[in-house]
């Protein structure tokens, strides 16, 4: 992977199959389960619990004064949600509902913190996925300030790519999971319109080719090259 690509995946707000366990702790905790696009908790709410991810993925988002929508990240499987409740006020920061059907694991706060006192060999995986989380934050902002819709619109899909790709060639991969250009623009905090016209232009500059429900990125490569040199414009 080139230094372009690797800095794309640092910044990747997908946040699925993480390499963690959390074997330990199911003993004694509640599974819950929850269908596609069912909120689980909502901003400003007093928590109660920390949920780890057996299966699916739950997205986070942010509502504005005025109603709309700001992504954050998808969370999939072996993350924790929830976590922001932990300090003293035990408000969410933010609302998360499941963009697939999910598995929980609910786990009271207090039972958290006396398990991670008990081993604290599980600190280190909780405090890298908060560290990935805050990365991710810092990022969205700097490019939300600074930088156009194309070179984010790129590194999306090069984030994509690198969670959810599948080689079809030495430099194509193929995106397995679909997505509309309304949840790409949330994520984005753009509008549609402009999703459907950077994604356009891609494909007619041949970057990027739509396959059915999904797309192909005919030169991975390429594509990250293009980023960088549109974020040097921005």
Partial sequence: MNDILQEFSLLN???????YTWTD???N???VSFRKHETIFIQNEVGSYIYLIESGRVRLFLISPNGEEKALSI?????IIGEC????????????????????????KKQFIQFL???PEYILQTLDLITRKYRLLCSQTLHLSYMKALPRVC???????IQYGEKVGENKVKVSISFTHQEMANLLG???VTIAKNIKWLESENYIVKNGKSYIINNIEDLAELANEQMMLS
């Fill in 13 to 19: 707000p997908w946040f699925d199959h993480l390499p």
């Fill in 25 to 27: 702790l199911f003993e």
């Fill in 29 to 31: 905790t509640d599974k």
């Fill in 75 to 79: 969370v999939g499987q072996n993350g």
């Fill in 85 to 108: 409740s932990l300090n003293q006020d035990s408000r969410h920061a933010s609302n998360a509902i499941t963009a697939s059907d999910v598995i929980l694991r609910r786990v009271p």
């Fill in 117 to 119: 006192s008990a081993k």
């Fill in 155 to 161: 590194a999306a899909f090069i984030q994509l790519s």
């Fill in 190 to 192: 753009t509008t549609r």
